[in-house]
């Protein structure tokens, strides 16, 4: 609870406040879970205070110093903190919902878990800032900074993320659909501008455009990336686990996916990103319901090696005779009676064949375009 002491001098008005906090700096103000509704705080130095499960929606707390402040779970929603500073405040599980947060500094502030729905952020300062699992759903951040912010399973739902600053961001998994995506800064300040449109993608290209080892770590993906496709049930695990071993072995960067998990269409998707990627594709279809329309999608639309495997005894699924015979990169379906005895011949079976259609296909992207002129149908005309 409040301190009684600290909560009626604050009651008393912000000049009286700051006066007593100027004399005693060295205290800090115990306001957790005080009911300051609507209170006018504007310019209030509460620096430092313990401000916990603290009702301050709809407060006025424009211009006010609560750095370090400790915030957890505290209520602002609707608050007014336009201009205020919250320099390396807790603010996690905060609501802030529909808060006016205009030019705001919250360099260094942790905003996990935070709602911010609706928020107003124009201007703001989230640079260094946790914003993990945050909800800035339809907020405004229109030219926020957030230069080496943390943004794992932000939501930015149909946020307005137009002109931010975003050098050095994190984000991973981030919802950002709907959301206004452009002339996002990637570079220092002290480098040329550079903009992209999408949060996501800003910080891989930006390391694509600084860093060399970025593209060779794209080549080595490209030269020795195996994907391994097929539903991992415990019995069949241990074949697929013994491929991926081999492969190692082999110097080469397998990327296992399993598909034991419903396929939605950003599944899909992102296996036929992999699949554009990789040396070669190996496909266990030994189950009738494992990978159909994953290689339905992903044959037609990339011209990579796939190597489909089965268990002696099992049947392919029905549409796969359809594609093995429209797509020559689709190699014959070899059969195996034991996990040992694949990878005994996977070199030969597998590997060599697949690498042999590989060159084949680069020899065939390279071949010149064939030009024909109408005049060589002129001549008995």
């Not at 093995?324 to 996990?339: N, P």
Request: with cysteine; charged share 25%.
């Amino acid at each position: 609870m409040a301190n009684k002491e600290h909560l009626a001098r604050l009651k008393l008005g912000v000049d009286a406040w700051n006066r007593w906090r100027d004399i005693n700096h060295e205290i800090q103000p115990s306001l957790r879970r005080a009911n300051l509704t609507g209170a006018d705080l504007a310019g209030a130095d509460l620096a430092g205070a313990d401000l916990a499960g603290a009702d301050l929606s709809r407060a006025n707390l424009s211009r006010a110093n609560l750095s370090r402040a400790y915030l957890l779970g505290a209520d602002l929603a609707g608050a007014d903190l336009g201009g205020a500073n919250l320099f390396a405040a807790i603010l996690t599980g905060a609501h802030l919902a529909g808060a006016n947060l205009v030019r705001v500094n919250l360099s260094g502030a942790d905003l996990s878990a935070a709602t911010l729905v609706g928020a107003n952020l124009r201007g703001a300062h989230l640079n260094d800032t946790d914003l993990s699992e945050a909800d800035l759903s339809r907020a405004d951040l229109g030219g926020v900074n957030f230069c080496r912010a943390l943004l794992v399973e932000t939501g930015f739902e149909e946020a307005n993320l137009t002109g931010c600053y975003v050098y050095g961001i994190s984000a991973w998994n981030v919802n950002l659909v709907g959301a206004q995506q452009s002339d996002l800064v990637i570079t220092q300040p002290n480098e040329p501008v550079i903009t992209v449109d999408n949060l996501e993608v800003a910080q891989f290209i930006y390391l694509l455009l600084h860093n060399e080892k970025i593209r060779e770590v794209i080549d080595t993906i490209t030269s020795k990336a195996v994907l391994i496709l097929g539903r991992f049930t415990p019995e069949r695990k241990a074949v697929l686990d013994a491929i991926r071993d081999e492969l190692r072995h082999r110097d080469y960067l397998p990327i296992v996916f399993d598909f034991e998990r419903p396929t939605d269409r950003d599944f899909t998707e992102t296996i036929m990103t992999l699949a554009g990627m990789c040396l070669f594709i190996i496909a266990d279809i030994t189950n009738p319901k494992s990978s159909p329309l994953e290689l339905q999608a992903t044959i037609p639309n990339y011209m990579v090696p796939l190597v489909p495997i089965i268990q002696e005894g099992e049947q392919p699924f029905a549409m796969f005779k359809d594609l093995r015979g429209k797509f020559d990169w689709v190699l014959d379906l070899l059969a195996y009676d034991s996990a040992s005895h694949l990878i005994r011949g996977l070199e030969k079976a597998v590997i060599q064949p697949a690498l042999k259609k590989h060159n084949e296909l680069l020899s065939k992207k390279a071949e010149e375009l064939r030009v024909r002129h109408i005049r060589d149908y002129l001549a008995d005309i």
